[in-house]
């Protein structure tokens, strides 16, 4: 089953703009991360933000975390083509077990 | 690129035969997870190991199984293939040191058609 389900399931954007995408989860989390897959191929790490953090940085990339609410969003600013991708979240539960659960996917567009 | 490789690419198999796929991890990294993703789908966490024990499983039958070897490389068997078993079968690979910890970093997958 998925932990997570992310919202929108597909967002459709100019080149340019901002992109939003949401992500709830169920359980207490240790770590919420964000990948990125192209095509149905191999996902690619984006950025990992661990259960005591709010907001984290990388580049382009600005994610923020509501353990109260067990929601989180990813904003990709001033995206580009390269940008079209599906974007999952994945959980990974609190008290030591390994299992990451991913969400459902966003399939974000980007038009040149 | 990952460093994280896996073979077969694409892979056609018909029910009820058996298949093995490959992953060779980054090398230090101690803990490898499989996940099978469906079409449209999320990855669905299938089991991990760390170093060479099966260390947790998703909801998946004892027809999945796995070994961890100790050059970094690992294998995904399924027996007696179900036409839902077509799917995209990814590796992933971490450590639990260092500052990326945590961090998984995924093979280009697999892609199982079973007819």
Known sequence: SQQGE??????SIQEGENATMNC????SINNLQWYRQNSGRGLVHLILIRSNEREKHSGRLRVTLDTSKKSSSLLITASRAADTA??????????GYQKVTFG????????? | ETGVTQSPTHLIKTRGQQVTLRCSSQSGHNTVSWYQQALGQGPQFIFQYYREEENGRGNFPPRFSGLQFPNYSSELNVNALELD?????????SSEAGPKRETQY??????LLVL
Not at chain 1, 104 to 112: A, D, H, N
Not at chain 2, 106 to 111: D, L, V
């Open chain 2, 106 to 111: 995924f093979g280009p997958g697999t892609r």
């Open chain 2, 85 to 93: 078993d077509s799917a995209l079968y990814l590796c992933a690979s």
């Open chain 1, 104 to 112: 459902t996917g966003t399939k974000l567009q980007v038009i040149p």
């Open chain 1, 6 to 11: 992310e919202d929108p399931q597909a967002l």
């Open chain 1, 86 to 95: 599906s974007y999952f979240c994945a959980t990974r539960p609190a008290g």
């Open chain 1, 24 to 27: 709830s989860y169920k359980t």
